[in-house]
């Protein structure tokens, strides 16, 4: 059965970094590309990045651009999101969820996997 | 960006009655859309993708239909599992952007 298991959520103030990862497995990960979506407390989903399946491309939403960056580790079977300039506004829960399509060079369709996601706080 | 618009908000409906739930984009996604369905705090689940293809062990009373910029998410006789919120989502142009859900709540 394909899984996404995010961790590294956690308090952090304004201003600062926090990175959030997401494992997959029981499927072929590189082949895949990944998102993170966003859900801030009572709100609803929030696109926020995608990387393709070899990691040569990326997308962001402009709410997070120049501020998160998106990465993965293929020999881990790992995403990353690393996330600065942290504001209280990007307070939520981060879902990783994979395409329904593994097309390589191509990105961007349906999500069909989801993790459980990891919440993120942003206070002081 | 597309804006994703969902109606309405909030759908009450009794136990084995159908639901119909709108999605509308502000301009044209083709088939590139897909709805999710989401139960308090779990994560979503992908229902319908190629605004009419049903995913992956999905029950026949969900069906999805649409081109363009109008759509719909019916939901045959609805279950007691059924209640819960749904979005939509376009994927034909980055941004990819959600609607902000409909509510089906027990009439």
Redesign the interface.
């Given at each position: 059965e394909v899984q996404l298991l995010e961790s590294g959520g956690g308090l952090v103030q304004p201003g600062g970094s926090l990175r959030v990862s997401c494992e997959g497995s029981e499927f072929t990960f590189g082949s895949y590309a990944i998102?993170w979506?966003r859900q801030a407390p009572g709100k609803?989903?929030?696109?926020v990045s995608?990387i393709s399946g070899g990691g040569d491309s990326t997308?962001?939403?402009?709410s997070v651009r120049d501020r998160f960056t998106i990465s993965r580790d293929n020999s881990k079977n790992t995403l990353y999101l690393q996330m600065s300039n942290l504001r209280a506004e990007d307070t939520a829960v981060y879902?990783c969820?994979r395409d329904?399509v593994a097309v390589a060079g191509s990105f961007?369709?349906?999500?069909?996997h989801?993790?459980?996601?990891t919440l993120v706080t942003v206070s002081s | 960006?597309i804006v994703m618009t969902q109606s309405p908000v909030t759908l009450s409906v009794s136990p084995g009655e159908r639901a119909t739930l709108s999605c509308r984009a502000s301009q044209t996604v083709s088939g590139h859309l897909?709805w999710?369905q989401?139960k308090g705090s779990?994560?979503?689940?992908?229902l319908i993708?190629?605004a009419s293809t049903r995913?992956?062990g999905i029950p026949v009373r969900f069906s999805g239909s649409g081109s363009g910029t109008e759509f719909t998410l019916t939901i045959s006789s609805l279950q007691s599992e059924d209640f819960a919120v749904y979005?939509c989502?376009q994927?034909?142009k980055?941004?990819?952007?959600?609607?902000?859900?409909t509510k089906v709540e027990i009439k």
């Open positions: 998102n979506v609803g989903l929030e696109w995608a997308k962001y939403a402009d879902y969820a329904n961007g369709y349906a999500f069909d989801w993790g459980r996601g | 960006e897909a999710y989401q779990q994560a979503p689940r992908l993708y190629g995913a992956t979005y989502q994927y034909i980055w941004p990819i952007t959600f609607g902000g859900g």
